[in-house]
């Protein structure tokens, strides 16, 4: 069964098969080219860029909850230009497609960072993380308010990120609304190709011993399999009202959960946390979307999308 | 160079209360492991726990390595049912071990409670490189808390006991019990244990004049470079190296690298 095509087009951006990975947890790409060829993939997604290195937030930042695990990295890295001079020419090298993902304070930092990925050839589509649930303060309110919580924020930065690129452009979204259809479409009307869902889920940990928060962030984001039946969920509202594709992630951990998030809307999906446990999981995932085609007699995986029978 | 590979467990024997060595059959694993270095163990095929444990590589022979846990939670307890004859899936190994420090004349290895683990690998490798046979410092809660004391002694390495009830060895902390030893300033301390411990073990090594290499612990996502979970802080000023990640950067670290008045990154 050679025959089979994986190839999806994700607002514009060709990819031979529809498995990336999540932002933040696969690194700049080239690390994990000794556990597989990271070139397999349909993409590879970069860690949040921002125009100056960062250096995070204050350890602990990972907590392990059941079937998942809380972050509050904070976004460490290391900065546009490092990206551009030390990790894209490896990246370009192995051949791979590129999204990167980027982080800015202001969408006029966005825009910036995106024109220059463009004029640089740093990415062959951009992710606009405006959901990260873990730059900003916690301490501050009940909870930090993302640009992703208001349609109307959303709407403005999709459109000046949109005016400084040609390139694709997806918008990572928050599942910490109560309406996810709202900074979808937001999203759409502002010129994006595609939105990104879901970012973590905020969440808390306690250690009842010490009766402190296990993150020193107090909170984080959720992700893993505890998240995925949200996730899925939000994937099926967000694509049955919009024309733009979704890329869906969130806990994917086998080709059945990926299948799951195609059947929702999806056209391509990303795998995260599952990375963690096993470093080749997005592979993994690719060969199993050809097994599931090969066994169901599907000869094109476009089929699959938003194929849900209800 | 880093394998992901099913291993066959060997054995899976107490060796204290709470305290298990797991010996398992790793060709690739086994041949690549510098001293110092770790592994992360998948401990069930299931989704809860959903991480690795990340474990020192106690050490390494021919087809086989060793790692020492403690049982403290559910992955841990879920390894000690492990049965010989069962598979780990195992990846590792994964690090920066202990630098080797040939130019001292004497080499002092700590370890407190499971934080021996490290331990009995790099006595080997200084003894067969012909460096030293390492001075040993085990401490340890109780007596029998105490990891590994026969194992150095016959490996012919001079053991100092000591325990915070006094039940064998010194009634002491790790650190007044090596200023005890007289560490100087062609002495390389080797040290392994709570962050609490390894911090004093520091603060004596600076005054002392000694090289401390201090092996760290920290929560772990992917145990490999790419989650930045396990971060610690350093004491350098540039913002980009405030932060270097336990699994890549360390475990092993020179100790006035890192800023030990910041608090543990394990809670």
Known sequence: MTDISLKVNLGGLVMKNPVTVASGTFGYGIEYDHYFKVSELGAVTVKSLSLKPRPGNKPPR????????????????????????EKLPLLREKNCTIIANIYGFSP?????????LEKEGGADAIEANLSCPNVHDAKASCGPALVAQSPESVAEYTRIIRSATSLPLYIKLSPNVADIREPAL???????????????????NIDVETRRPCLRNLVGGLSGPAIRPVAVKMVWDAARVLSIPVLGMGGISSPEDAIQFLLAGATAVAVGSATFRRPDAALQIVKGLHDYCARQGIDDIRQLIGALES | MTHLLDCTVLSNAEVAPEHRRMIL???????????????MLESNPGLIPF??????????????????YKIVGEGTRLLSKIQPGDTVNVQGPLGKGFPIQPGYERHILVGGGIGIAPLPGLAEALIRQNIATPEVLL?????DMLLCEEDF????CSVLLTTDDGSAGMKAFAADALREMKP?????????????????VHRLCMETGSLCLASLEAHMACGDSVCMGCVVETTFEEEFRRMVRVCHDGPVFDSRHINWNAGAPVS
């Open chain 2, 25 to 39: 059959r790793g060709e690739a694993i086994a041949r690549d492991t510098q001293p110092g270095q770790f592994c």
């Open chain 1, 62 to 85: 990972i907590s392990e909850t059941p079937a998942g695990l809380l972050n509050a990295i904070g976004l460490q890295n290391v900065g546009i230009e490092v990206y551009l001079k």
């Open chain 1, 186 to 204: 937001a999203a759409q009307e502002g010129g994006a190709d595609a939105v990104a869902l879901i970012n973590t889920l905020l969440g808390m």
């Open chain 2, 51 to 68: 991480l690795r444990r990340p474990m020192s590589i106690e050490r390494s022979e021919e087809d086989r390595f060793s790692v020492l």
């Open chain 2, 139 to 143: 401490a340890a809660r109780s007596r």
């Open chain 1, 108 to 116: 006029e930092e966005y825009a910036e960072l995106a024109q220059r």
């Open chain 2, 184 to 200: 100087h300033e062609k002495t390389v301390v080797y040290v392994c244990g709570p962050m609490i411990m390894m911090a004093t």
């Open chain 2, 153 to 156: 002694k016959s490996l012919g």
